[in-house]
């Protein structure tokens, strides 16, 4: 099965919205196999944005994901990095699809609730930034013949 990393954004803390998107994910069968709360910092941002950091918007990102702390997660599931992207929706909340959890719970580009893993490779390397692999509990749970049919996992 594949893996994800999953960061609730400021936007995602600072409103509240913890408990109904990690609802969202159990509801959905992705298993959560790991959560930290965590504070980040300039190092670690200039790290996971590589891509961004000589845009001239990258100071005001940084400052926006420094804000509050962040919830990161590690999630489990059959073609999870392709779902879980899917249930998040596109980037700009104002255009996300309603069922979606942007569409359905922010109205913001930037304030976007939540960073979702874009691949498996990026995934694994996003995984390794936030998680030592002693934190990740990986393991099948008890519902899973309910959650796909025979053969899927």
Known sequence: ??????ILKPSCVAR?????????IEKRGITV??????QLDLNI???????????P??????????ATPVVCMVLKGVDVVSVFREMVGVTN???????TLRGDLCMSNQANI??????????KIEIARFFKPEEICDYTPANISFIYGDGEY
């Open 16 to 24: 509240g919205l913890m408990g109904e998107v990690i609802g969202r």
């Open 1 to 6: 099965m594949e893996q994800t990393l999953v």
């Open 45 to 55: 941002l200039r790290e996971h944005y590589a891509h961004l950091v000589d845009k």
């Open 114 to 123: 939540i960073h979702a893993s874009d691949s498996v490779e990026n995934a």
């Open 93 to 99: 909340g104002r255009k996300a699809a309603p069922g």
């Open 57 to 66: 918007f990258f100071p005001g990102l940084a400052a926006s994901m420094m």
């Open 33 to 38: 196999i790991a959560m930290k709360m965590m």
